[in-house]
């Protein structure tokens, strides 16, 4: 399985990146398919960007588990700012997709 454009599932590499997928899916819904349909904009480097944000990783255990640097992971989220329309200011923390029923915030600034 791949991570692509259409997809709405992160890059299945091994076994636990599956695993990783399927506890997501389970966590948090159509998470995916629900963020690339009000944000289509979003790459799939930054959706799955999106998905490991959402599971409170730091950009540090980002940068880690994606073999990048901190910096690179830092521009994907400015990146993601961007394109959700948010100020520079503005916490990603606190934001909500409205009208999505997410139970709590899907990215951490």
């Given at each position: 399985?791949?991570?692509?454009?259409?997809?709405?599932?992160?890059?299945?590499?091994?076994?636990?990146?599956?695993?990783?997928?399927?506890?997501?899916?389970?966590?948090?819904?159509?998470?995916?398919?629900?963020?690339?349909?009000?944000?289509?904009q979003l790459t799939p480097t930054e959706l799955?960007?999106?998905?490991?944000?959402?599971?409170?990783?730091?950009s540090k255990d980002i940068a880690r588990l994606?073999?990048?640097?901190?910096?690179?992971?830092?521009?994907?989220?400015l990146s993601i700012r961007t394109k959700l329309?948010?100020?520079?200011?503005?916490?990603?923390?606190?934001?909500?997709?409205?009208?999505?029923?997410?139970?709590?915030?899907?990215?951490?600034?």
């Amino acid at each position: 399985m791949h991570f692509c454009k259409n997809s709405t599932h992160i890059p299945s590499q091994n076994r636990d990146s599956q695993i990783f997928q399927q506890q997501f899916e389970l966590l948090h819904p159509n998470f995916l398919t629900r963020l690339s349909q009000a944000f289509p904009q979003l790459t799939p480097t930054e959706l799955k960007l999106c998905t490991l944000l959402k599971s409170n990783l730091s950009s540090k255990d980002i940068a880690r588990l994606l073999n990048i640097s901190v910096r690179s992971v830092e521009s994907h989220r400015l990146s993601i700012r961007t394109k959700l329309r948010l100020k520079r200011k503005d916490n990603l923390v606190q934001f909500r997709l409205k009208g999505l029923d997410f139970v709590r915030p899907f990215l951490i600034s």
